[in-house]
């Protein structure tokens, strides 16, 4: 699954970096940075990339997602520098979908405040961020497989 998002993220974008442990991903031909963790969650990752990048605009995908497309994923970061605003987050049926957003470099501050005042709800810290709310109409491009199960179903 990760080698079919990281396909889709560098089309969309023009490269792609995993944040994990470069120990697990090594043999994946990926560049990977590690997590800079903690405990906390998913917002570490997005502080490891915004401390890691040299980009100003930044498309961050979970890699539980396998029917994102390129195609999905440029409308986003297409979108995301039209708005200008710090952050651009889908929201599907199901609510906001911040591990399929498009940041902003200068999130940083805000991301390193949350990680240090305890705010590691992903959904309430991309709030506080003003964020460009992006209206999916279809959910199936955000739905999560996190296990084999899920994949039997699909």
Same mark, same amino acid.
């Given at each position: 699954?990760?080698?079919?998002?990281?396909?889709?993220?560098?089309?969309?974008?023009?490269?792609? *970096?995993?944040?994990?442990?470069?120990?697990?991903?090594?043999?994946?031909?990926?560049?990977?940075?590690?997590?800079?963790?903690?405990?906390?969650?998913?917002?570490?990752?997005?502080?490891?990339?915004?401390?890691?990048?040299?980009?100003?605009?930044?498309?961050?995908?979970? +890699?539980?997602?396998?029917?994102?497309?390129? %195609?999905?994923?440029?409308?986003?970061?297409? %979108?995301?520098?039209?708005?200008?605003? *710090? +952050?651009?987050?889908?929201? *599907?049926?199901?609510?906001?979908? &911040?591990? +399929?957003?498009?940041?902003?470099? %200068?999130?940083? &501050?805000?991301?390193?405040?949350?990680?240090?005042?305890?705010?590691?709800?992903?959904?309430?810290?991309?709030? *506080?961020?003003?964020?460009?709310?992006?209206?999916?109409?279809?959910?199936?491009?955000?739905?999560?497989?996190?296990?084999?199960?899920?994949?039997?179903?699909?």
């Amino acid at each position: 699954m990760i080698e079919v998002i990281a396909e889709a993220v560098r089309e969309a974008a023009g490269n792609v *970096t995993l944040v994990g442990a470069p120990e697990r991903y090594q043999s994946m031909k990926i560049p990977v940075v590690a997590d800079a963790d903690g405990g906390y969650g998913p917002l570490s990752g997005l502080f490891t990339v915004l401390n890691a990048t040299k980009f100003d605009w930044n498309l961050v995908v979970a +890699c539980d997602m396998p029917r994102l497309t390129a %195609r999905f994923l440029t409308g986003l970061l297409e %979108r995301a520098r039209t708005e200008g605003k *710090t +952050c651009l987050v889908p929201q *599907t049926s199901q609510g906001l979908e &911040p591990l +399929c957003a498009v940041y902003h470099r %200068r999130a940083l &501050p805000s991301v390193d405040y949350a990680v240090h005042h305890n705010v590691l709800k992903m959904q309430d810290f991309v709030k *506080t961020l003003d964020p460009f709310i992006w209206p999916v109409p279809h959910d199936v491009f955000l739905e999560n497989w996190n296990t084999p199960q899920d994949l039997a179903i699909k």
